[in-house]
């Protein structure tokens, strides 16, 4: 919210929705072992009938304040978010990581 009102750009709202592909995709990507996460765009488009936009970040850290900016804070078009975060084991990235996806429509 911070880096959105120094932008000068509209609060971010938060939707179900969205948070619900994010947590979803959050939980496959961990499954799979692989942050790659396909077809988001299209579940954000049949959930949200009124989006144009979408974009998706998927993150795996030992930290959550680790975290890089998202990329999406800085979309003028974006006006809704959604975020899904899981911890857990990975072969590849290692014991206890947070895997977290941020989901972004624009209406």
Not at 24 to 31: E, K, M, T, Y
Not at 38 to 48: E, G, Y
Not at 69 to 82: C, F, I, Q
């Amino acid at each position: 919210t911070a880096e959105r009102a120094a932008l000068k750009l509209p609060a971010l709202q938060r939707s179900a929705a969205l948070e619900d592909i994010a947590l979803r995709q959050a939980r496959a990507a961990l499954a799979r072992d692989d942050p790659r996460a396909p077809d988001i765009d299209s579940q954000v488009f049949r959930a949200v009938a009124e989006a144009r936009t979408a974009s998706a970040d998927l993150y795996v850290a030992r930290d959550l304040s680790a975290l890089p900016p998202s990329r999406g804070l800085r979309e003028a078009r974006n006006s809704l978010v959604g975020i899904g975060a899981v911890r857990g084991d990975s072969p590849t990235y290692g014991k206890g990581r947070y895997w977290v996806v941020v989901i972004y429509a624009g209406l």
